[in-house]
T-cell receptor, first 114, second 118 residues
Framework: AQSVAQPEDQVNVAEGNPLTVKCTYSVSGNPYLFWYVQYPNRGLQFLLKYITGDNLVKGSYGFEAEFNKSQTSFHLKKPSARVSDSAWYFCAVSPTGGGNKLTFGTGTQLKVEL | DTGVSQDPRHKITKRGQNVTFRCDPISEHNRLYWYRQTLGQGPEFLTYFQNEAQLEKSRLLSDRFSAERPKGSFSTLEIQRTEQGDSAMYLC????????????????FGDGTRLSIL
C-alpha cells in the first residue's frame, strides 16, 4: 500500500524568505508525485508533478520540488514566499504501472507573515 | 477555460435522508474521480471512472454509497440513509488518461460539495 507523510502540520515563514514544505512517501515501484494547494472552501489546485527525469521540478506560482529517491522525499520549495502563498499544501503519490488513485498526506498549513 | 463543476456547493440534511451530488468534469477528460475530505485531513479516494466504466472502488465506499457516470460525461454520487459520519467535503476531479496504465496526468479538482448532517 502507498502512503504519504507530511511531518509538519504548520509552517510559518516571513514574506520574502525561502520556504520548504516537507513530504516523504512510500510506494511499490517508481512513484508519480504531485503537490496541490488548497485555499479555504475551495478544491485543490495542481502545482507540479514528478513523473521521471530531472529531480528538480518547476511548477506554478514560482514553486518547485526536489525528488530524492534515496530519501523517498519530495519537498516543496519556493525561493521567496508571498503572503498570498498562505494556504494548505498537500503532497500526493500514485504508483506507476497501474492504479489511478492519489494517496494524499494530511497536509501542511503554510502561513506567510509580513 | 471551464474547470470541474460541482453542484450543490453546500448540502444540509437530516440523518437518514438520501442526498445526490453532481459533478461535471472538464469536457475532454475521460477519467473522473470522487474523493472525501474531512476537516484537517487530506482527500481520501472513493472511486473512479474511465469513460462510463467504474474501474475502482475504495473500501470506504459502503453499500450506502453509489456513483454513476452513465454517458461518460457528468457523474453523480448518491448517499442513502445518511449518517453523522458522512459529514465531509466531497470532491470531484477529472483527468486525461496517461500512458503506461498509471496515473501520470494531474487530476483537476472542483470546489467540492460540503455535506452537513444534522
Amino acid at each position: 500500500a502507498q502512503s504519504v507523510a507530511q511531518p509538519e502540520d504548520q509552517v510559518n515563514v516571513a514574506e520574502g524568505n525561502p520556504l520548504t514544505v516537507k513530504c516523504t512517501y512510500s510506494v511499490s515501484g517508481n512513484p508519480y508525485l504531485f503537490w496541490y494547494v488548497q485555499y479555504p472552501n475551495r478544491g485543490l489546485q495542481f502545482l507540479l508533478k514528478y513523473i521521471t527525469g530531472d529531480n528538480l521540478v518547476k511548477g506554478s506560482y514560482g514553486f518547485e520540488a526536489e525528488f530524492n529517491k534515496s530519501q523517498t522525499s519530495f519537498h516543496l520549495k519556493k525561493p521567496s514566499a508571498r503572503v498570498s502563498d498562505s494556504a494548505w499544501y498537500f503532497c500526493a503519490v500514485s504508483p506507476t504501472g497501474g492504479g489511478n488513485k492519489l494517496t494524499f498526506g494530511t497536509g501542511t498549513q503554510l502561513k506567510v507573515e509580513l | 477555460d471551464t474547470g470541474v463543476s460541482q453542484d450543490p456547493r453546500h448540502k444540509i440534511t437530516k440523518r437518514g435522508q438520501n442526498v445526490t451530488f453532481r459533478c461535471d468534469p472538464i469536457s475532454e477528460h475521460n477519467r473522473l474521480y470522487w474523493y472525501r475530505q474531512t476537516l484537517g485531513q487530506g482527500p481520501e479516494f472513493l472511486t473512479y471512472f474511465q469513460n462510463e466504466a467504474q474501474l475502482e472502488k475504495s473500501r470506504l465506499l459502503s453499500d450506502r454509497f453509489s456513483a454513476e457516470r452513465p454517458k461518460g460525461s457528468f457523474s453523480t454520487l448518491e448517499i442513502q440513509r445518511t449518517e453523522q459520519g458522512d459529514s465531509a467535503m466531497y470532491l470531484c476531479a477529472s483527468s486525461l488518461s496517461g500512458g503506461g496504465g498509471g496515473s501520470n496526468q494531474p487530476q483537476h479538482f472542483g470546489d467540492g460539495t460540503r455535506l452537513s448532517i444534522l
